[in-house]
Structures are given as C-alpha cells and as structure tokens.
C-alpha cells in the first residue's frame, strides 16, 4: 500500500468546474441534492419537514437520511425534536438556497440547548474512479483536531496531516485511490491518537461524508474512552466506527431469587465477590472487543451456576443478569444505550421472572386508574425488554399485572425520575420464588 504522501489528493475545486462545463440541456443539470443528519449528543429523535411536508420521521443520533433529490432553488427546513408531550421546534424554519449539481448536508450539531443547522455543500459530480471523502468537526465538547490519513499502521508525522479542523469546520473534500485506510486523529501538534478507526476499506466510486462525532457511549467505567467516534456517512445512510481500542462496558446482576451469593470472574479474573439477589457491580468494566468467558460461581464453592462466553462489540454498554430458578439459571445480555437526553428520561422494562406469566406494564401518574387506561409496556415476556421510553421528569407509578388483567402483582411503586438520566425497571421475585413479586428500578 502507498503512503498517503503518494496518494492522489484531488481537491475537487476543478470537479465544480468541470461540471459547469457540462451541457446545460442534461436535465441533471437542474438537481439538487439533500442529505440530514442528526448530530447534537444530547437531542431527542427528530422529524424533519422540508417544505411544509414531512421528509423525515424518527432521525436518531449519528443517524444519516437517504440522499433526496430536490429541486434547486430555495426550500425550507424545519427541525423538531420528539419529547414525551409531542414535538418542540429545535432548528428553523430555514431557508436553504439549494444550487443546481450540489449536494446539500443539513446536519444538526450542539448540544440541544444551542442547537443549529450546519450546511455543507459538495458538487455531486466527481471522478468515481476514485472514493471521495469529505470531513468535518462534528463534536462540540471536543477542541481543535488534527486530521491523519494513512496507510494501515503508518507512522504519524507532520506529512500525515490532511487538515486541521475545529468544531463545526469541514475540509475540502479529496479523492483517494481505492484500498485501506486508517484515520487518525491527534490534538494539534500532537502525534498521540486521541481516536483510532484501525483499518478502513474505501472502495472506487465511494462517497463518504465522515463527521467526528461526541461518543455518546461513556460509562461510569475507570478505563477511559475516545471522546470521539466516526460518523461514515454513504449514498445510503451511516455507520458509527468507535475508536478501535474503546472495548465495550458491562455490569453485572444476580436475579436468580433462588441462587446463593455468587463471585464473578471475567477470563478467570476476579470481577465482584458476594454478589447477592438484587445487587449490581459497579462501575462498569471495560472489556476488550473479543469473546469472554464469564462464570458466577457459587461463593465459598466450585459450582458454577453461569459459565458461558460473552462477545463483546466494539463501542456497545451491556448489562449482564442472571436469571431463573437455580436449576435453570441462565444469563440475560442486555445492550444498554448510555446517551443522555437533555429533554427527557429515559426507561426501559426488563421482566425477569420465570414463574410468572407474560405481564403488562402501567407507568401512570401517582393514584391513577389503571382500569381506565391502556398498559404502557403490553405482554411483556420473561426475559424480554421493551424499547427505551421518553418521559418527563416527575414520580410516576409503576404497576404490573398479569397481561391482559388489570389486577396488580405489584406496585403501584412509586418512582421519581429526571431528564437527561436512564432507568431500567426490572421486574423481580421479591421474597423467595412465591407469587409476591417487586419491582426494582436501576438508574444507569
């Protein structure tokens, strides 16, 4: 593989003029091109109406749209984020001017609280004998970047530079020939990595927006992270690459109600000792991207009630449980999802009772009705979770009936919850493996 100094790096200034050139009978010619993506590490899911019509519904962070083509000439974008009581303007109206043979990214950047739209333009035309990259500074907690673009495990130096960017500024898009890569990225004047991809496959006629992004995935874990993650943003939406030593986070919990204290060992290292019924290690750990062998064993035994192999995912939070009865114990991985919203809680429910049947979750107001109204959670299995919940901050109730009945077997427990925080409610026996269950809430 060439060094990146022998690389072509075509700066695409003479593309535009190539393409003004063209016969302006093509009917291409008149097409514009749009492209949103959600960027802002503490905002709620958003929709996005272009033109007074609904173009997107339900953009999540580091999510990416389609391309769209449009019309050039002006059109109007509107940015409302999705809160537990509807929608809330977030960015606009605003006007873009779209531009004939342009493609317009629309990403929505900062925090909630100083949310706006930043517009980047690229001629959809380039020489697709190449991949043509375009990046940009996407993560506001993060200052000035020097950007290296290099060969697989190619040493750093000044010449590795392709660009310095700071928050919200984005480099002249280049063309590289086809092959892998490995991005970098350093503080100014530095060497030291403070992101890592590892290797990277760009192929001939590829076209890539990358946005170094906030990386939402941080625990409580003593083993710090890259701040940043890569947004590789294609024709066809994007994909979150994490710096390739992050490893991923996880906790443990014993919820097998019939199961001693139990010592956990991770590839035969000691984790937690003693965990009883109901307990949860803490801080998270944070494993290498692999497959792991994880036992709870028994305390003051050999007997090893859980030993199974974990995999690992690279940039992913897990909690890991045990749960059933001692004689079918059985572990239950949850991926965890860390990022904060600033407008809202975030709940989930978990049900880990093996004696039960399926259940209906009611999160209501204090002293609600439940017989008038509809579950929150319906049919929940053992095992199962629902999707993670925006709520407002406030107590609520939290009750659980056998599906279908809307008489308790437990709660209402109440529960008090704040925005940009994340609960689990787990479901649980609560006295020995009888028909008496509880509900226990987990802040993440």
Known sequence: MKKITTLILVFLSSLLLVACNDSDSDSSNSVAEVRVTHASPDAPKVNITYDGKSLISGLDFAQSSAIIPTTHGTHTVLVEGLVPSGTVTL???????????????IVAVSNVSSIESLVIKTPIAFDEEFARVTVAHLAPLVSTLDVHVTSPLEALSALTVIGSLSFKEVLDPVLVTDGVYQIRLTEPNSLTPIYDSGEITLSKGSDLLVGAIQNVQITDSVTPKSPI?????????????????????ITFAQLSVDTDPVNITVNGNSVANDVDFQDFTSPFITLTAANHNIKFTTAGTNFDPIDADQVIDNGNTYTYLAVGKLAEIEPLVLTDDPRSIATEAKVRVVNTIPLADNVDIYITAVGADITTLEPTVSDLAFKASSDYMGLDSGTYDVTMVQAGTTI??????????????????????????????????RLH
């Open 229 to 249: 993650a890569l947004t590789v943003i294609g024709t066809g939406g994007g994909d979150v690459v994490y710096n390739q030593t992050d490893g991923g986070d």
């Open 91 to 105: 960015i606009g109206p605003e006007d873009i001017n779209a531009l004939a043979r342009i493609r317009f990214d």
């Open 408 to 441: 308790s077997i437990a709660g209402p427990t109440p529960f008090t919850i704040n925005k940009g925080k994340i609960y689990t409610a787990f479901t649980t026996d609560s006295n020995g493996g009888t028909i008496d269950y509880g509900l226990l809430m």
